[in-house]
């Protein structure tokens, strides 16, 4: 599939147990048995490692969509922070993302 052109990011902020997770990973779930993609679930515990965020940043560019769940639930040291905002920046250019967040927008 060629990248989209125009990406799309999706996000759902609420607070622990508001039933974020559940929707995304059904949304993620059809796009793999029922329209073929690849898609690629990360939570913020795979990316507490920076050596684990590498390896998982260099797959994301080839998926279709990629869900990033749980972001704002355990702070990232400041490698992984950097990490993860670069990688977010490339992918918005190539393919579509689903976030879940208990952060607000000010945070």
Not at 7 to 32: D, E, Q, R, S
């Amino acid at each position: 599939m060629p990248p989209p052109e125009v990406a799309h990011i999706v996000a759902l902020m609420g607070g622990p147990n508001a039933g974020k997770t559940h929707p995304v990973t059904a949304v993620g779930m059809a796009g793999i048995t029922h329209l073929g993609r690849r898609v690629r679930t990360c939570s913020t515990v795979e990316w507490s490692v920076i050596e684990q965020a590498g390896r998982i940043a260099l797959s994301l560019p080839r998926m279709d969509l990629v869900i990033l769940d749980k972001l704002g639930c355990l702070r990232f040291s400041q490698a992984c922070g950097a990490l993860l905002l670069y990688l977010l920046s490339k992918l918005c250019e190539r393919t579509r993302e689903m976030i879940t967040t208990n952060l607000g927008l000010a945070e």
